[in-house]
């Protein structure tokens, strides 16, 4: 099992045995945490999302089979108990444990443990997605009930029952991406594959090997034939996301896959079928784009058989309350106990314009919940919107002049990186906006973080 990323919660009052076990599940290659108490796990469990706990039934400050499904809500929860009943362990397992283990801990029925637990819980979220694909439905996130809201779903219940090629249009971080996958789920390929493919992040010479596949020996490297997406999509959807990004060389060979259903795999001699739906979507005016040379028009007019227009946040304000609250209720940050938002931050995130839109929103309704700590209620301050002020400033409250201070002659690489980190801290990694700045598009601009080694760089003003 690839145990990468994979994190464990220990809570363990023996501070002996805890050390024990959290140097077996490290050199295992798990994350671990580490608490001697409840009010320590609880603590640790702010913000963060373990994939499995190991719970001592007896604590200092807590009786663990009490808290075992608060616990058991978030991850797996494996049982430590020095009283190894068969009626004790009947007893744990009733109240929502994956495993049960006897003190002394026998390493080898750990590691089985474990290793068993996150098998079983991978299989289980593989099984809730698959059963999700094969019910017709709209993405769960897809929330509101503006009318621009519902002019959208009905384009989208409209399109969605045909093969009819789809154009997306939004700004970045309206939801582009929810949008492709209810037209899949709603369709007659539900129950076959949605393949995502990034237009911005993949390197252009490995785009057409990504997308059409390859034949061995196309290239240095290509020791065996690889199915490109194209193929895995097979009677699915194929959703391009931010497609105006798309290199000019491989625009013509999409153009011929949407035209004759054929395409070849790259270094190959045969014309090969596909029956894949395509979705696009792009935060651009494709249209004007094209026009300007930037975009085959051909493909264009091709993609857009069907466009659907996705609203921005301030074109349906009164869909912020309810996203919110469903931001404040989501599993994924709600950790202790329900917040709910005053009235007067209810009013400011109506008030607020929303340049990276529902994105945007959620990330402030995370940190606000972070912030918060252990107040039930959320405030303006919580939130700490960007200053709306019509004073000559950027829309986030930075002073709109820009200074760059080194204290030695700087290279042409270091002004870059510098200005670049600027740009990245002020827009808060938002690719399009920083593009905009830049005057270039969002996959150079992705290029030149990548460049400079900011990808998952904290910036600093």
Not at 126 to 145: K, V
Not at 178 to 186: K, R, T, Y
Not at 300 to 329: K, Q
Not at 346 to 366: S, T
């Amino acid at each position: 099992m690839n145990t990468r990323r994979k994190r464990i919660l220990l809570v363990e009052d023996d501070r002996t045995l805890s050390r024990l076990i959290a140097d077996q599940l490290k050199a295992m290659g798990y994350n671990v945490a580490s608490a001697h108490s409840w009010a320590e796990a609880k603590a640790l469990l702010i913000g963060a999302d373990p994939s499995l706990a190991l719970l001592d039934i007896r604590l200092p400050d807590a009786d663990g089979l009490q808290c075992l499904p608060e616990l058991s809500a978030q991850c797996p929860v494996i049982v430590l108990t020095a009283f190894g009943s068969i009626k004790h362990a009947v007893e744990v397992m009733r109240a929502g444990a994956a495993e049960y283990l006897a003190k002394p801990v026998n390493p080898a029925e750990l590691e089985l443990a474990v290793t068993r637990t996150l098998s079983a819980e991978s299989l289980r979220r593989r099984y809730e997605y698959c059963r999700n694909q094969l019910t017709p439905s709209f993405s769960r996130n897809m929330i509101g009930a503006s009318r621009a809201f519902q002019e959208m779903v009905r384009m989208i219940e409209l399109v969605a029952p045909s093969d009819a090629t789809v154009l997306i249009e939004g700004e970045s971080g309206v939801g582009k991406e929810l949008v492709a996958q209810s037209i899949h789920q709603l369709s007659s390929r539900a129950q076959n594959t949605f393949v995502p493919v990034d237009c911005c992040t993949i390197q252009e010479n490995l785009f057409e090997s990504e997308l059409f596949g390859h034949e061995k020996g196309a290239f240095t490297g290509a020791d065996r034939r690889k199915q490109g997406l194209i193929e895995v999509a097979e009677c699915g959807t194929v959703f391009l996301d931010e497609i105006g990004e798309l290199p000019a060389s491989l625009q013509a060979k999409l153009l011929r896959v949407l035209e004759t259903g054929e395409f070849r795999r790259l270094g190959g001699t045969q014309s090969l079928d596909s029956d894949a739906r395509f979705v696009a979507a792009t935060n651009r005016d494709l249209k004007s784009f094209s026009e300007q040379g930037g975009f085959r028009r051909d493909l264009y007019f091709r993609l857009s058989t069907v466009v659907v227009r996705v609203p921005s946040l301030r074109e349906r304000r009164e869909d912020i309350p309810l996203l919110a609250e469903h931001f404040l209720s989501s599993r994924t940050f709600q950790r202790q106990h329900q917040k709910c938002l005053t009235a007067d931050a209810v009013d400011a995130l109506c008030a607020f314009d929303w340049p990276g839109n529902i994105r945007e929103l959620r990330n402030v309704m995370e940190r606000a919940i972070l912030v918060s700590g252990e107040r039930n209620e959320i405030g303006v301050a919580d939130l700490a919107l960007p200053c709306t002020s019509r004073q000559p400033t950027a829309p986030d409250g930075i002073p709109a002049q820009c200074e760059l201070r080194f204290d030695h002659d700087p290279t042409l690489d270091e002004i870059k990186a510098s200005y670049l980190s600027r740009l990245i801290w002020k827009h808060n990694g938002h690719r399009g906006r920083i593009a905009n700045v830049l005057g270039v598009s969002e996959r150079n601009t992705y290029r030149l973080i990548k460049r400079y080694g900011l990808e998952d760089k904290p910036q600093t003003r």
